[in-house]
């Protein structure tokens, strides 16, 4: 069993070296609406690049708000009272994002982190085991993508041939981060035996994080509340539209009396009340989290390679393929990840009903699977895509997300539409609406995949790369994707003439 506590490089006391000065560029500064300020680049500069200036930085409270969204794939399970089957229930999932200045000074100590991070990772020889938020080159020399992570583990279940693939998942990976951990990991990382003054600050502020709802600091702010409809109903929404949202929502005064409490109306800022949990908003927050599972992924590749196979982690998805001698020996492994798993802390949980043991075998040419346990009744699903041995299919979720995206995306360009061209009958506005255009736009690709080199595409480009990637692997997604554009046309179709 591995020990849970941190074993870094050894502690000297000595400071860390004096990090290279970072010079943001335009692309670097923050335009959302926040409680500061906007700052010019030098501004930016003179503060993140001095430690006294960082270590006596008023960190705001975060911005909250809630997504929610209703997935469109039909769950199996018990039909409703109309014979139907039910829908799933609404997902939903909290957005934190910090203060522009305190955006910048995280976004700067991650620069001085992540080297020392990269370096411990080729100490340790497990650069290939976390494999979200970093920047790993593939062979063309360009940033790999989910596509390539996802090829690359069905390649090395093709080429083992007979093996078990292991996956599980953790509950509120971000949430369950414990202080004195992630503080211990890193001093050692720093080489030092106490946290410098600007360093313990921006730790300070990840883990002792405050947080404002959005709603109500707009309502206190004066930006939300009661308003009519055109029809003369009273309901409540924005009364600044949020494209004309200011830049700088309040001055420090109205923060105080307004947000803070000092005036009459009490405090609305929120405080984190536990010794565990950082906001996954933040610049740092993802390099932190790969930072605290460095002993665990360095426990899962000796785990793995003992066993002849290899070790993957994205952030909270762990996966394991082993050469495993039957059933029992796979579970064998899946039940050391997780008790080594529940060392590292006493809220880090795995999330039962994402976990999974499947059984890839030789057949022919190709491969077939079957299920020991857990999920993937139809095949193993990962990073967005489903393998069954033979072939590769985007996931059924990933689709449905697809599809809410799309159908939301359609109702707000056709109502769009709609109003610009008021005059127009149900057909000529038909007849007038870009749908290429649409389905080019509508859906970028950070949506659901974080390499910063995908960026920029758009979902047709990500599926048409993939295609490309998994070769006659995944021809399959070409068929899955055949309704995808005639279904949100007649969506889109349908708005236009109501």
């Not at 005064?253 to 009459?264: H, L, Q």
Request: charge should be positive; include cysteine; proline fraction near 6%.
């Amino acid at each position: 069993m591995v020990r849970a506590g941190p074993k870094l490089m050894k502690t000297t006391g000595a400071g860390p070296s004096r990090p290279i000065p970072w010079d943001p560029s335009f692309e670097d500064q923050k335009h959302y609406p926040h409680f500061d300020a906007p700052l010019r680049l030098s501004e930016i500069k003179k503060i993140v690049n001095d430690p006294k200036r960082v270590a006596s930085n008023a960190f705001f409270p975060l911005i909250q708000y809630e997504k929610k969204w209703q997935p469109f794939r039909k769950p199996r399970g018990e039909p409703s009272e109309t014979g139907e089957p039910k829908r799933p229930s609404k997902k939903s999932r909290l957005i934190r994002y910090a203060a522009r200045r305190d955006a910048y000074i995280f976004a700067r100590y991650r620069r001085i982190l992540s080297p020392l991070y990269e370096l411990e990772l080729e100490k340790r020889d497990i650069a290939d085991v976390p494999i979200a938020y970093r920047k790993i080159q593939g062979p063309t020399g360009r940033g790999k993508c989910n596509i390539e992570f996802a090829r690359d583990v069905f390649d090395t279940i093709k080429r083992l041939g007979d093996c078990y693939v292991i996956t599980l998942d953790i509950s509120k990976f971000f949430e369950s981060l414990d202080h004195e951990r992630i503080r211990k990991l890193w001093e050692n990382l720093l080489e030092v035996r106490s946290l410098p003054a600007d360093h313990k600050a921006v730790y300070k502020a990840l883990t002792d994080y405050r947080w404002v709802d959005r709603t109500e600091a707009y309502r206190r702010l004066g930006y939300f509340g009661e308003k009519l409809t055109e029809k003369g109903e009273k309901i409540e929404g924005y009364l600044t539209p949020f494209a004309m949202m200011p830049k700088q929502l309040c001055s420090p005064a109205e923060f105080r009396d307004k947000i803070a409490g000092n005036g009459r109306q009490p405090s609305i800022i929120n405080s984190n009340p536990h010794q565990y949990g950082i906001p996954q908003g933040t610049p740092i927050s993802d390099l932190i989290a790969n930072l605290y599972m460095v002993d665990f992924d360095q426990h899962i590749r000796n785990l793995a390679t003992k066993s002849g196979g290899r070790a993957y982690r994205y952030s909270d998805d762990i996966l394991l393929i082993v050469k495993a001698c039957s059933d029992q020996a796979a579970l064998n492994i899946e039940e050391d990840v997780r008790s080594t798993i529940a060392q590292f802390g006493s809220e880090i949980k795995i999330k039962e009903e994402k976990s999974s043991v499947h059984h890839f075998f030789p057949d022919g040419e190709n491969q077939a699977f079957r299920r020991v346990t857990g999920k993937g009744a139809n095949g193993l699903e990962y990073l967005g895509f489903r393998f069954d041995g033979k072939h590769v299919f985007i996931r059924d979720s990933t689709l449905s997300n697809l599809k809410r995206k799309m159908t939301f995306a359609g109702r707000i360009r056709a109502n769009r539409h709609k109003r610009r061209y008021s005059n127009r009958t149900s057909e000529e506005l038909i007849e007038s609406f870009n749908f290429d255009q649409f389905f080019q736009s509508f859906m970028r690709v950070e949506d659901f995949d974080t390499a910063s080199s995908v960026r920029q595409w758009t979902f047709w480009t990500y599926a048409r790369r993939a295609v490309e990637a998994f070769g006659p692997r995944g021809k399959p997604i070409d068929r899955q994707l055949k309704f995808l554009k005639p279904d949100g046309r007649r969506q889109i179709e349908g708005e236009l003439r109501s």
